[in-house]
């Protein structure tokens, strides 16, 4: 990943905003400029069907021209993130990718919970797309509990083969990408039961459909589950299983196994299981990033662009981009582009290592990873897919258009706060390790994430205009909030409340706990990657990025004033200052507002927004994107004569 230096040289900006940010040398070009890859008509026309079966012919096309790159020796994984991921993947998807779970967990999964013999098995034949994938676990009656979903593989010592049965239709599998009509494998995620006893879920390879005719498979009921608020075209499907037999060794065996005669082997913690869902909260996070890069590039520049009303009466009508109000709906999300990007690179990074320690059986870091794993796939997409929705919201009714790009990126983004982990379900689990840590406190300064713990709730914190402030701030309000539920609990368990029934009437400070510990853990990133530039890039561009952590830092106190109240030494006129500084960080954001956005370097093709276009000629490109409605091809469309004329005949 080498870095590259993009410079914007838009009027308003400080001559050169260079932003030092790094880009994957990706050959964009490779795919935009491949005429195959565009649709001859605009996918809103198309029928549902034809929405698949578009996706289905550019996927392929997609990782065909991927895997040539590899083979050429341009790229390996980078160019798969680039095409999977919310940048080039959902320009050119932007309904979603009917294959993406085949690289995104199926594969992933192979590699995570398979021994080396199975690895060897498979993995070869699903980089060679031999077999495609997918990840079948959540069920038409179960998503979150995920102990208690109902699909069955019972094991037969006699024939040595596991028998996969749904026993219910809530134990259909539900919602899987690609599992309609993509998908001839899945891993499916059943309860294992041997010699009479459950040992809980565990994952199966499973083939669903002949590898020539693609046909269904014997015992296998399949389908696709219909219209959905967005992503219509990733083939999310339906799977239930009448009693269909697989081969032993298609149980995913690196962590638990069953021998030959039934016997069950133990793994040595049954969390290893659940591996893949932190790899794909990990990289959601960088996904909430480039959503919302997306939405804050289209919307800024519209707003660059958009002339309306006036500020003063004898002057022509302004940029929107110059009513303060509309600074708030933009430059505050464009702060948070920042701050998700740095801390998903950090939590990439950090996934990294400590997925190399469990390689070599050490778990000690396991249960922080899947805390912070949690609260940062929770906090960063609920914002993103809020700020997509206020930034369009920001674009009036030229927002609302398909061709504004917005609506189907709010589809998107706003899914990921509900798969891999609802984001209430994720923060309670963020909570759940927050009170652990906090009812023993003796390792808890060996936890980089939440070593503050130990310290912040008896820290003085005067209140002081920097980030530095609102760090201690945000880490005393999380301590105090995590102190102040814990004896809520201990409170509903002395009156006699189970702590099971506690823990859920204590819930919503958990959640809230949670949010704010996540909040801290997205500053203080931000905060660091700052201190780390400042030594390598120019001065105006130091300045530029302090701003934009300083804007972050104060609307993220902004939005905690009520428990700052609580349970800081803030004062209410403390908060008009917060609210002052943050007035001050719009008007200095203001001149660079268009350079910033430029920074993010996404082309036209990307974006694929007529309001975000980098000409900025929006109202030629709305008016000739209404041309490809297919009702603009006849001036009278047949429903006048059939419907229209006869009924106004009627009323006269
Ligand atoms: C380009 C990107 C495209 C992405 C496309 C993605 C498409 C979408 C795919 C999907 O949605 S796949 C399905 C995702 N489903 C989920 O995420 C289910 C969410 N539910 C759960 O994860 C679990 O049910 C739960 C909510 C965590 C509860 O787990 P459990 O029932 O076991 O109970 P607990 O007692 O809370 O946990 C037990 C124990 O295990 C620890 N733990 C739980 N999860 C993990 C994990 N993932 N990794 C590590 N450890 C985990 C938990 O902290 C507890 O530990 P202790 O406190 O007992 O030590
Ligand atoms: C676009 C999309 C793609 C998906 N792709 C896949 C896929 O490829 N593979 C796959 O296996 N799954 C996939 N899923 C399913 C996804 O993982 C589940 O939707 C998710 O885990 C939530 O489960 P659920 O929908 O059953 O909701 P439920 O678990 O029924 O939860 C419903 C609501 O109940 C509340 N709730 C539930 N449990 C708790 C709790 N413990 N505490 C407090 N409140 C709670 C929450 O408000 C939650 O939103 C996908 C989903 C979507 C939307």
Not at 459 to 485: C, H, M, N, Y
Request: charged share 20%; glycine share 6%; with cysteine.
């Amino acid at each position: 990943m080498s870095a590259k230096v993009v410079v914007s040289k838009r009027r308003n900006v400080n001559r050169q905003a260079i932003f030092l940010i790094t880009l994957w040398p990706f050959p964009e070009d490779f795919f935009l400029s491949d005429p195959e890859l565009k649709s001859k008509v605009p996918l809103e026309y198309l029928s549902h069907k034809e929405k698949y079966e578009e996706a289905v012919r550019k996927a392929c096309l997609l990782f065909r021209k991927v895997i040539q790159l590899q083979n050429e020796g341009k790229g390996g994984m980078d160019n798969f993130r680039e095409v999977l991921g919310g940048q080039l993947g959902s320009a050119i998807l932007p309904d979603g990718n009917p294959i993406t779970l085949h690289y995104v967990m199926f594969i992933p999964t192979l590699m995570g919970q398979g021994t080396i013999e199975q690895q060897a098995e498979w993995i070869q034949k699903a980089w060679n797309c031999d077999i495609i994938g997918t990840y079948a676990q959540t069920e038409l009656g179960h998503g979150t509990f995920i102990r208690g979903l109902e699909t069955v593989a019972k094991y037969d010592p006699k024939t040595e083969e596991f028998v996969l049965h749904s026993p219910t239709l809530t134990a259909y599998k539900w919602w899987p990408g690609g599992l309609g009509h993509s998908a001839n494998y899945a891993v499916v995620v059943a309860q294992l039961y041997t010699q009479g006893k459950c040992h809980g879920i565990h994952p199966f390879v499973v083939q669903l459909r002949d590898e020539e005719t693609h046909e269904p498979l014997p015992g296998i009921k399949i389908g696709e589950i219909g219209c959905k608020l967005g992503m219509n075209s990733t083939n999310n499907g339906y799977l239930g299983f009448d009693n269909v037999r697989i081969p032993r060794n298609y149980m995913l065996m690196k962590n638990s196994q069953v021998l030959p005669d039934g016997t069950y082997v133990k793994s040595p913690s049954s969390k290893l299981t659940y591996g893949t869902m932190i790899f794909v909260r990990v990289v959601l996070v960088q996904d909430a990033a480039t959503y919302l890069k997306k939405a804050s590039i289209i919307a800024t520049r519209y707003s660059a662009i958009r002339h309306q009303s006036q500020i003063k009466p004898d002057q022509p009508e302004p940029q929107i981009l110059d009513y303060v109000t509309q600074q708030y709906k933009l430059f505050p999300n464009i702060a948070s582009c920042f701050a998700f990007q740095y801390a998903a690179t950090w939590l990439w990074d950090t996934y990294n290592n400590i997925t190399e320690e469990l390689e070599t059986g050490q778990l000690d870091n396991l249960p922080e990873l899947h805390a912070t794993a949690c609260v940062l796939k929770a906090v960063s997409t609920a914002d993103a897919a809020q700020g997509v929705e206020m930034l369009r919201l920001a674009c009036g009714g030229h927002g609302y258009m398909t061709a504004s790009n917005l609506p189907s990126t709010y589809g998107l983004v706003t899914a990921m706060c509900t798969y891999e982990g609802e984001n209430t379900v994720l923060l309670l689990q963020t909570a759940r390790f927050l009170v652990k840590m906090w009812q023993n406190k003796t390792n808890v300064y060996k936890l980089p994430t939440m070593k503050y713990l130990a310290t912040a709730l008896n820290r003085a914190t005067p209140f002081e205009k920097s980030v530095e402030w609102v760090i201690a701030a945000l880490q005393k309000t999380a301590a105090g909030k995590i102190d102040l539920a814990n004896r809520h609990l201990n409170e509903r368990v002395a009156k006699g409340q189970s702590y099971e029934d506690a823990w859920n009437n204590t819930s919503i400070e958990l959640v809230s706990a949670a949010e704010v510990h996540g909040r801290t853990i997205i500053v203080e990133q931000f905060y660091n990657t700052v201190q780390g530039y400042k030594s390598r890039v120019s001065k105006e561009l130091g300045t530029v990025l302090e701003q934009l952590l300083q804007l972050y830092a104060v609307n993220a106190a902004l939005r905690c004033t009520g428990d700052f109240l609580r349970f800081t030494e803030v004062l209410g006129k403390d908060i008009t200052v917060l609210q002052t500084w943050l007035e001050e960080l719009l008007s200095q954001i203001r001149p660079n507002a268009v350079g910033l956005v430029d920074s993010f370097d996404m082309r036209d093709e990307i974006l694929s927004s007529a309001l975000g276009c980098y000409d900025g000629n929006v109202y030629e490109r709305l008016f000739n994107e209404a041309q490809k409605s297919p009702l603009n091809a006849e001036p009278v469309n047949k429903s006048y004569n059939l419907y229209l004329k006869p009924f106004i005949k009627a009323q006269l």
